[in-house]
């Protein structure tokens, strides 16, 4: 290996070795390296050894045809260095620049390499250049242009972008500040650039305006022009440079966006629906007027303040707003959902929810967004609909005709029963809702089912009206009738309408066999028809005549409008004129008419077209309708005191559905069991009438229900009290179109009252048997004493023993008679009614009178005293004698027999235009438990007295009948009775 040469000094040895830049040495002809400086072996990473090892090749990684290149590039460029990538011991390369001077020792040539690292500064360089690319490159992208201006030569740089910005021709010089650039702006904007520039050459300042710039096509674009000034280092302002931005689109979509945000708000702050934003733990964030108007709080500020939490403050179930978000979560296209809100004074509603979560990037819910609308009165309308549906099913049912009707998809909407038997259509069919199995089975029943088929298609596709007449192959006739199904401006099927005319087309036929000419049946119908050409009249029959009290010539030749009522004249006209240009319009419509007097007529008009002696005509049928609307008027008051009667009737009936679900109540079940309609109505029935969890074993409307039969059973109603109530039910069958039990109505009957005078006809049995067994035993004992006095000749005993038997008498005749007056007494009320009968005078003294001879041997008998004051103003009373007797008879029984010693008053007193007669004892009294309950049948507070407990309700009905009124007074036991009786003065 070579060594170092001899003439390296000790001087140059040091600069050699301690110098910071890099030093090789090499050998010139086989590129061996013979030393390095200490900069060297720290830069390549090598020790000495090492690098003396090496040839240049070893670290010059340049392959030869790149080096070769470079030396070309290196002559061509007039530099005495090369760029090459040298290799370090660590594996990086770096980038050097290479100065190399060949040294010639004893004629040997060296050659010495200094090593300049220009890697940062190549990096730097191509990041330049990279970024002059991105520059121009984002300057197109963005539409931004740059320029620079020297302020004391005037010399002006434009970018290429800011040429086409302007749209100036790149071939010329752009246009300097002192000549040409004014022309490129509005006179306002060069005054705010002027301006500007002078305030930035002067201070320093930079600017920011928005310009208008006009190009030379005369178009006006708007830019954004920023500006900054360039100091030297003595501080003087040298250069101005900036850029300029078309921002005209920007501009005319930020227009835009403020339209649309003004837009959006006033649609926000406007809207009808409550519109709202929340967070996901249930903060409102954001809502319009309309939603704090719907929850009652004065304003959407209002409820951003006092809504802490829309779950808990909003929602009548707190867990709700949880499990709609549950449920959108599992569900993503699920939005719609109906709740009940709570307001903030306390009242609630329901509210149509339309949600839409909101979620960022990664799918995390960020807010909720949703519109609320108060669906409380369509719920209640659609409770009501529900109640006309029920309603109008039955007037379906009702009517004469067959009702069907079909929706656009073929499917059976409905069928009333009419229409089932009119076209003898089996269950199995009906059940299929399908119009086609519908149609398959009809038309074997026509004689003409192609044109039949032919008509029903054609009428599907249209909106028309359509009537016409069917013929059966087994002789029938039906007259249909087909209206599209409308709702709103919506066609969803058709109604189809079926009566069956069989009879009246045979008497059509009759008619027409018996008449020889068509216009003798024109004359005798019973519509008019007209014919009229240019709204002139140019025939009319007889009955148009009869109808408006005119002659035919005082008519014919006249514009029909003349006769038309004011009000109808323009659509009569309307209507009129659309026909006549072959306007699809409905034929049947109703108007009125003038008659002669200027009276109207209320008629329905049925016109045509037609063709009239060779021209474009229309014919009317007229028909009088002042009797159908008068028989409308009828039903409808008909149906009001249907309402009317179903309200007050003294039953309860109540409609139960299937499910066993009251649709409907009357107020008499209201009252019965004190449950409020809007309560009981959507309630379960057993839930109501027997407080249980499930239907009633012995239920009569399920047994109504199966057999389609009315049921009458025996039950009881559980009262809002807790009481129970006896009734006698009966339920009848609902069916729906197909003959199948849809629910049932369900009348009950109280039989409270029957019961308890079943309870008292059983007592009164037990105690008249009881009664009777012993009057009866001592009759035959006295016959016994009697017969045995007879044989002895014993006369006191035979009077005694007769006594007995005559006293028993009377008490079982009494009883009997009492039983016997009861049990007529309805009979006497209704006899009193319908005969009308003339009430006579009675007089109470002379009736007194005889009542007081059948009690005189019991008043002797108790040693009972009895006074008796009758004055003469008060002895006249409006009563038949019969019935005062029976009156009386009882008071004074009733006081006798509850009265063991001391005495019995009667007083009449005049008291205006009634007599009161005072019937007072000093008896057992009666307790006050006891004194409401003295006039019902059957009742006696004494259990063991004798007698059937009817006396005082026969009283209590006689007077009653007579318009009067009985009451009874008692201070309490054993301190006597007094019975008051009011009757109208004769």
Request: contains cysteine.
């Amino acid at each position: 290996m070579d060594q170092s040469p001899d003439m390296i000094s000790d001087s140059f040895e040091s600069f050699f070795r301690k110098h910071d830049a890099v030093f090789l040495l090499m050998n010139g002809e086989t590129g061996q390296l013979i030393d390095a400086n200490d900069a060297a072996l720290r830069f390549y990473g090598y020790s000495l050894q090492q690098i003396k090892s090496m040839k240049i090749g070893d670290i010059n990684k340049l392959p030869p045809e790149e080096l070769d290149a470079e030396r070309q590039r290196a002559v061509k460029e007039e530099r005495k260095y090369f760029i090459v990538p040298h290799l370090l011991a660590n594996g990086e390369f770096r980038t050097v620049e290479v100065h190399t001077t060949p040294i010639v020792v004893r004629n040997k040539t060296y050659l010495f390499s200094v090593i300049h690292d220009i890697t940062g500064r190549k990096f730097a360089e191509e990041t330049l250049m990279e970024s002059g690319r991105l520059l121009n490159e984002a300057q197109q992208i963005a539409h931004i242009g740059s320029w620079s201006w020297i302020v004391a030569t005037d010399e002006v740089r434009w970018s290429k972008e800011l040429y086409e910005i302007v749209g100036r021709d790149t071939q010329l010089p752009p246009p300097t500040y002192a000549g040409g650039l004014a022309s490129c702006y509005t006179k306002k904007s060069w005054r705010l650039l002027s301006q500007a520039v002078q305030v930035a050459v002067t201070n320093g300042t930079s600017y920011e305006l928005e310009l208008d710039v006009v190009r030379p096509d005369g178009k006006i674009i708007t830019t954004n022009a920023k500006g900054r000034a360039l100091k030297d280092k003595s501080g003087r302002i040298v250069r101005l440079y900036g850029t300029v931005q078309d921002i005209t689109e920007r501009k005319l979509a930020e227009k835009v966006l403020f339209e649309s945000e003004e837009k959006y708000r006033r649609l926000f702050d406007n809207a009808i629906l409550g519109i709202f934003q929340s967070t996901p733990e249930g903060k409102a964030l954001s809502v319009n007027y309309a939603f704090a108007r719907m929850f009652g709080y004065d304003s959407p500020e209002d409820v951003i303040k006092n809504i802490r939490n829309v779950a808990a403050d909003l929602f009548v179930d707190p867990n709700r707003r949880t499990e709609i978000l549950q449920l959108m979560e599992e569900n993503p296209d699920l939005r719609t959902f109906e709740n009940v809100y709570r307001r903030k004074d306390g009242s609630s509603f329901i509210g149509n929810l339309n949600v839409i979560p909101v979620r960022d990037f990664d799918g995390s819910l960020i807010r909720v967004e949703g519109i609320i609308e108060d669906i409380t009165e369509r719920k209640k309308a659609e409770k009501d609909l529900r109640q006309i549906e029920i309603k109008l099913q039955a007037v379906l049912e009702s009517t004469a005709d067959g009702i069907l009707a079909v929706d656009n998809k073929g499917k059976v909407i409905n069928a009333n029963q009419r229409f089932i038997n009119l076209w003898r259509i089996p269950k199995s069919i009906m059940k299929s809702k399908d119009d086609n199995v519908l149609l398959g089975f009809v038309l074997k029943q026509l004689i003409d089912p192609d044109a039949f088929l032919k008509k029903v298609k054609f009428l599907y596709g249209t909106d028309k009206e359509d009537m016409d007449t069917l013929y059966f192959k087994d002789g029938r006739i039906f007259e249909r009738f087909s209206s599209p199904l409308m709702m709103e401006k919506n066609i969803p099927g058709r109604v189809w309408s079926f009566r069956d005319i069989t009879e009246r087309k045979k008497n059509e036929e009759r008619l027409k066999a018996s008449e020889k000419k068509y216009s003798n049946l024109v004359e005798k119908g019973n519509d008019g028809i007209i014919i009229m050409q240019d709204n002139i009249l140019k025939y009319l029959n007889s009955i148009v005549c009869r109808m408006t009290g005119f002659k035919r010539e005082e008519l014919i030749g006249k514009p029909f409008i003349n006769y038309v009522s004011p009000e109808y004249k323009k659509i009569v006209i309307e209507r009129y004129g659309k026909r006549l240009k072959g306007y699809d319009i409905p034929n049947i419509y109703e108007i009125a008419i003038l008659a002669k007097g200027g009276r109207k007529t209320l008629v329905e008009i049925n016109a045509n077209q037609i063709e009239y002696e060779g021209k474009p005509a229309s014919m009317a049928i007229i028909r009088d309708i002042t009797e159908r609307k008068r028989m409308e008027k009828i039903l409808v008051e008909s149906e009001e005191r249907y309402r009317t009667l179903i309200e007050n009737i003294n039953l309860g009936i109540t409609l139960i559905d299937k499910n066993y679900k009251i649709v409907m109540v009357n107020s008499e079940f209201c009252r019965r069991t004190g449950i409020p309609k809007e309560k009981a109505e959507g309630m379960l029935c057993y839930k109501i009438c027997a407080n249980g969890d499930s239907v009633c074993p012995d239920c009569p409307g399920t047994k109504t229900m199966a057999s389609k039969k009315v049921v009458k059973a025996e039950s009881e109603y559980l009262s809002y009290d807790g009481s129970r109530v006896p009734v006698i039910i009966h339920t009848f069958p609902v069916l729906d179109p197909n003959n199948e039990a849809k629910a049932f109505i369900e009348i009950s009957e109280d039989i409270s009252e029957y019961k308890k005078v079943e309870k008292a006809k059983k007592n009164l049995i037990r105690d008249l048997s009881h009664g009777l067994k012993t009057p009866v035993s001592m009759i035959e004992m006295s016959l016994g004493i009697i017969q045995n006095s007879m044989e002895s000749g014993d006369k006191e005993s035979l009077i005694k023993a007769k006594r007995i038997a005559e006293d028993n008498i009377k008490k079982v005749r009494r009883d009997i008679n009492g039983i016997l007056n009861e049990f007529s007494m309805e009979m006497k009320k209704e006899a009193l009614i319908k005969s009308k009968r003339v009430i006579k005078k009675a007089s109470l003294k002379t009736t007194m009178k005889d009542a007081v001879k059948n009690i005189k041997s019991c008043l002797k008998s108790k040693d009972l005293k009895l006074s008796i004051l009758i004055p003469p103003n008060a002895d006249k009373i409006k009563i038949n004698n019969n019935d005062l007797r029976i009156l009386l008879n009882n008071l004074l029984d009733n006081a006798i027999k509850f009265t063991y010693k001391g005495k019995i008053s009667v007083i009449s007193i005049l008291r205006g235009k009634m007599i009161d007669i005072k019937v007072k004892d000093t008896g057992c009294g009666i307790s006050a438990r006891d004194i409401n309950r003295v006039f019902d049948k059957f009742y006696k507070h004494h259990a063991a007295t004798d007698g059937t407990g009817l006396g005082l309700s026969i009283c209590k009905e006689l007077v009653e009948m007579y318009h009067g009124k009985i009451s009874i007074y008692s201070e309490g036991l054993r301190k006597g009775a007094t019975v008051v009786v009011s009757l109208p003065k004769a």
